[in-house]
């Protein structure tokens, strides 16, 4: 099972900021198949990135992907005051199961 | 806009059996390759893929709950299902049921989700 560490836990920014996640993974995937999620309280997580940098559909061009790998980064330019949620990746490699990161809490500063 | 919902009882006592049903709609849950899939959340915790199921029938579980689940799947309703045997408090959770875009690498649809709370 291919086990994803997010960093950092926590991140306090200022809408209007800049905000870099990580995602690590614990073995090279061969292909890009990283996907990232924002999940607001009492809510389902929502699509954002799919293919470690392909927005999905309706997501603003301030969210972006990259990376490849082992490491892999979500990034959300110009934070605006509904960014702020918890974020997860998740990986689809060459064998099940899926999994998630542990999350990020990105907070209002 | 595919819709997806899930449905079920809110509390099961411990060793029994946890039944979900997922209901797709604004589409046929035969219609495309999709896979559909079961995900849980305990409160305050991540995310945990729990199996997936083709419209075929063909499933694939997660190893860590392999022996205690089923996913099956009804066309004729357009729904699928989840049945997790021998539950215990570990397994209370908020359960999502989900689609697996094309091809089958991230979860793009997802239910509402609903509170399972096993406890006597």
């Known amino acids: 099972e291919i086990v994803l560490t997010q960093s950092p836990g926590t991140l306090s920014l200022s809408p209007g900021g800049r905000a870099t996640l990580s995602c690590r993974t614990s073995?090279?995937?061969?292909?890009?198949?990283i996907a990232w999620y924002q999940q607001k309280p009492g809510q389902a997580p929502r699509l954002l990135i799919h293919?470690?940098?392909n927005r999905a559909t309706g997501v603003p061009d301030r969210f972006s992907g990259s990376g490849s790998g082992t490491d892999f980064t979500l990034t959300i330019s110009r934070l605006e005051p509904e960014d702020f949620a918890v974020y997860y990746c998740?990986?689809?490699?060459?064998?099940?199961?899926?999994?998630f990161g542990q999350g990020t809490k990105l907070e209002i500063k | 806009q595919v819709q997806l919902q899930e449905s079920g009882p809110g509390l099961v006592k411990p060793s029994q059996t946890l039944s979900l049903t997922c209901t797709v709609s604004?589409?046929?849950?035969?219609?495309?390759?999709?896979?559909w899939s079961w995900i849980r959340q305990p409160a305050g915790k991540g995310l945990e893929w729990i199996g997936r199921?083709?419209?075929?029938?063909?499933?694939n579980y997660n190893p860590s709950l392999k022996s205690r689940v089923t996913i099956s799947v009804d066309t004729s309703k357009n729904q699928f299902s989840l049945k997790l045997s021998s539950v215990t408090a570990a397994d209370t959770a908020v359960y999502y049921c989900?689609?697996?875009?094309?091809?089958?690498?991230?979860?793009?649809?997802w239910g509402q989700g609903t509170l399972v709370t096993v406890s006597s």
């Open positions: 073995q090279s995937l061969n292909s890009p198949y």
């Open positions: 998740q990986q689809y490699g060459h064998s099940l199961p899926y999994t």
């Open positions: 199921i083709y419209t075929s029938g063909s499933t």
């Open positions: 293919g470690a940098s």
């Open positions: 989900a689609r697996l875009c094309y091809p089958p690498t991230s979860f793009d649809y």
């Open positions: 604004g589409g046929s849950i035969s219609s495309g390759s999709y896979y």
